[in-house]
């Protein structure tokens, strides 16, 4: 009798890591098509700015976004398209934000990668590596002072934004005040073009946790099904009260920095070691050994996906841009306080 | 009962503590031992849990503020010293400056530096940052000359939707009294005549408006009347009172206790001779620390600042031109 109970929940465990390996597997082809798409836009000289990709990051960063649950916050960085759909994120104002859409969250003010709706728990990163962990630090701050409990706030950040005074600073302040804060370190080996041995001395970025007083998670970033699990448990120990969760995983930038660069600098070596893996590959030869989609279902999932995105493509590049005479170039929220330059424009 | 400078900013975030549940101070020191200068003594035991410890990090505590805002908080950050912003810098001026423009979100935060020179403070506390904040968009800086500005624009700058840096000067902090807390306050972003004149217009702020009062003072004996405008808050600048003044007077003075290159004199001085040059009478003057690191010796200090002896020997001077 009991083992009964227990071979059934067996195979319900299994079911739903099943489902939700699929799920994650779908949000990876969205963010994949996707950054493909945008990369043709670019090269077509329809982007404005640059074009940053997630390619050999969307098993990593999709784990995070569905480890995490509404109410939640996420502060995404640059190759975080696969984590911010997981999270809710819409494909339109991805788009939307690439063109420059009025209608986009960023209504033009803002591009590329540096979007969000903070207010829904996305929070917009800026340029600045190691400044989103303590704004995540600080919302985290107001949920407790508001007596919410529960939340979990998640932030990530590569291997050369470890070398910043403002991620040794955020680090330091969630371990202080024992914040449910999940840190993801994507190492994937370059810093724009420095690799790792010009960046950091220590063996291991894991290592540095210790120093910090939180709890380190190692994985492989190819491999979702780790990734998955790894993300799970780190979010579910942040949000038991086991405070901030360092996670680093080893991976590789499978484009340039961006779709300006051409990435000449990766080593051949790096691409052909595990590390190099692409991790779409992995979970689609991982999907195929477990019977759970064969290739039919593989190339729906792609077709889904090439659709959604083509179909915000097409309404995103219908809508204009922000109208000129519309804004008031009022930087203040107080725009009675704002400043009136009012000398007669001598370009006028 | 008289209170001073420093009490009226600690009484004004006592009340703002008491008004409103979304106010919290964060900052180096300012819980059990009630910061460096004393500014929020006995705060964290009258209001507990609402004025925490920081470690020193300035870039994470301001950090920390804009995330809390965002949550709908309203954090009171206190600088130890002006001077120590500069490490919190890029959250300030990239971060919290540009998020209502960029995401619709806004931003209510009191940044607090305690600013400006003191006798043996040396090159790293003396410093008087409000040029570099009013350089960018976004931000609103203020530099309350008054016990009751420093009570009533604290209270507005909590109030206020947008950032605010807070420039309170130390030097004024004990020696500074008035009788009461104000009741009723000027609306943020107009400049004040704290003494009328038609001979010649002194604007300054901050502490030096007490240099410059005290000029106009001396030289009041020597016939002459000077009026003085306390600008009260760096940015917005009110042109309209300052070009105003000059209208009357013909002739401008600008006063600062910070660095002159692109500063609030430049750009006051600029304002109001693109907007007002057929109002003067002669070439507009300025008058600012001398550009060098500020020195830690009295003898050196007491120079390197304008004073109202060197104002006066200014204005006397503008007044023959």
């Given amino acids: 009798m009991l083992q009964?109970?227990?071979?059934?929940?067996?195979?319900?465990?299994?079911?739903?890591?099943?489902?939700?390996?699929?799920?994650?597997?779908?949000?990876?082809?969205?963010?994949?098509?996707?950054?493909?798409?945008?990369?043709?836009?670019?090269?077509?000289?329809?982007?404005?700015?640059?074009?940053?990709?997630?390619?050999g990051q969307e098993a990593l960063s999709v784990s995070v976004g569905l480890a995490l649950r509404k109410g939640d916050i996420f502060a995404p960085l640059i190759r975080d398209g696969a984590g911010r759909l997981a999270f809710g994120e819409s494909v339109l104002d991805a788009v939307r934000t690439y063109f420059g859409s009025a209608a986009g969250p960023m209504r033009g003010r803002d591009g590329n990668v540096h979007r969000g709706r903070p207010r829904d728990g996305l929070f917009s990163m800026i340029s600045h590596l190691g400044a989103m962990i303590s704004v995540v630090n600080g919302a985290l701050l107001a949920r407790r002072y508001k007596k919410?409990?529960?939340?979990?706030?998640?932030?990530?950040?590569?291997?050369?934004?470890?070398?910043?005074?403002?991620?040794?600073?955020?680090?330091?302040?969630?371990?202080?005040?024992?914040?449910?804060?999940?840190?993801?370190?994507?190492?994937n080996q370059y810093a724009y073009s420095t690799p790792n041995s010009?960046?950091?001395?220590?063996?291991?970025l894991a290592d540095k946790a210790i120093g910090y007083g939180v709890t380190a998670h190692k994985v492989d970033g190819t491999d979702l099904e780790k990734c998955l699990h790894t993300l799970q448990d780190a979010v579910a120990q942040a949000r038991a009260g086991g405070g901030p969760q360092l996670v680093v995983a080893q991976l590789l930038r499978l484009c340039g920095h961006g779709e300006h660069d051409k990435a000449e600098y990766i080593s051949a070596q790096f691409k052909q070691s595990p590390v190099g893996r692409d991790c779409m590959k992995v979970a689609e030869e991982y999907l195929r050994a477990l019977g759970w989609a064969d290739a039919s279902a593989i190339r729906k999932f792609r077709e889904d996906a090439t659709l959604e995105v083509e179909q915000a493509v097409a309404q995103a590049q219908r809508e204009p841009g922000p109208d000129v005479a519309a804004e008031n170039w009022c930087a203040l929220a107080s725009r009675h306080l704002s400043e009136r330059f009012e000398t007669p424009d001598p370009a006028a | 009962m008289s209170i001073t400078y420093l009490e009226a900013i600690r009484e004004a975030q006592a009340r703002a503590l008491a008004d409103d549940p979304r106010v919290f101070i964060y900052g180096q020191d300012v819980g059990a031992f009630g910061g460096a200068f004393k500014a929020t003594k006995n705060l964290a035991v009258e209001f507990p849990g609402r004025v925490m410890d920081a470690p020193i990090s300035e870039d994470a505590m301001v950090g920390a503020a804009i995330g809390a805002a965002i949550e709908g908080l309203r954090p009171i950050v206190e600088m130890q010293f002006a001077d120590f912003s500069t490490p919190g810098l890029n959250q300030i001026i990239n971060h919290a400056a540009t998020l209502h423009w960029r995401t619709n979100v806004p931003c209510p935060i009191t940044i607090r530096l305690p600013s400006g020179g003191t006798s043996g403070g040396g090159p790293f506390h003396s410093q008087s940052m409000e040029a570099i904040y009013a350089h960018y968009p976004g931000l609103i800086v203020m530099t309350p000359a008054t016990v009751e500005d420093a009570y009533s624009m604290l209270?507005?700058?909590?109030?206020i939707d947008d950032p605010v840096i807070f420039c309170e000067h130390k030097l004024l902090y004990y020696h500074l009294k008035a009788e009461g807390l104000p009741t009723e306050a000027m609306p943020v972003g107009k400049a004040h005549i704290h003494r009328p004149g038609r001979d010649l217009t002194i604007v300054a702020y901050s502490a030096m408006l007490h240099e410059a009062l005290a000029a106009a003072e001396e030289m009041a004996g020597e016939g002459v009347e000077i009026e003085v405008v306390d600008l009260r808050t760096i940015k917005p600048l009110d042109t309209d009172t300052v070009v105003a003044s000059v209208a009357r007077t013909g002739r401008l003075l600008c006063v600062g206790e910070a660095w002159p290159w692109g500063g609030v004199t430049a750009e006051v001085i600029a304002r109001v001779a693109t907007e007002g040059f057929d109002l003067l009478d002669a070439p507009p003057q300025r008058l600012n620390a001398k550009d060098t690191p500020i020195p830690y010796h009295p003898n050196l200090w007491a120079v390197h600042r304008p004073t109202a002896r060197s104002i006066a020997a200014a204005a006397r001077n503008l007044l023959r031109m």
Avoid: W
């Avoid at chain 1, 934004?161 to 330091?172: K, P, Y």
């Avoid at chain 1, 010009?198 to 291991?204: H, I, M």
């Fill in chain 1, 198 to 204: 010009r960046q950091f001395a220590c063996r291991d």
């Fill in chain 1, 148 to 187: 919410i409990e529960g939340t979990v706030g998640a932030t990530c950040i590569g291997d050369g934004g470890t070398s910043t005074g403002a991620f040794h600073e955020a680090l330091n302040q969630a371990a202080v005040e024992k914040l449910p804060l999940v840190l993801v370190v994507a190492n």
């Fill in chain 1, 4 to 55: 009964t109970v227990e071979s059934r929940e067996r195979a319900d465990i299994a079911s739903s890591f099943r489902d939700q390996y699929l799920k994650a597997f779908r949000f990876m082809v969205l963010s994949r098509v996707l950054d493909e798409k945008m990369a043709s836009l670019y090269r077509g000289g329809k982007i404005h700015g640059g074009v940053f990709l997630g390619r």
């Fill in chain 2, 155 to 159: 209270l507005e700058a909590v109030a």
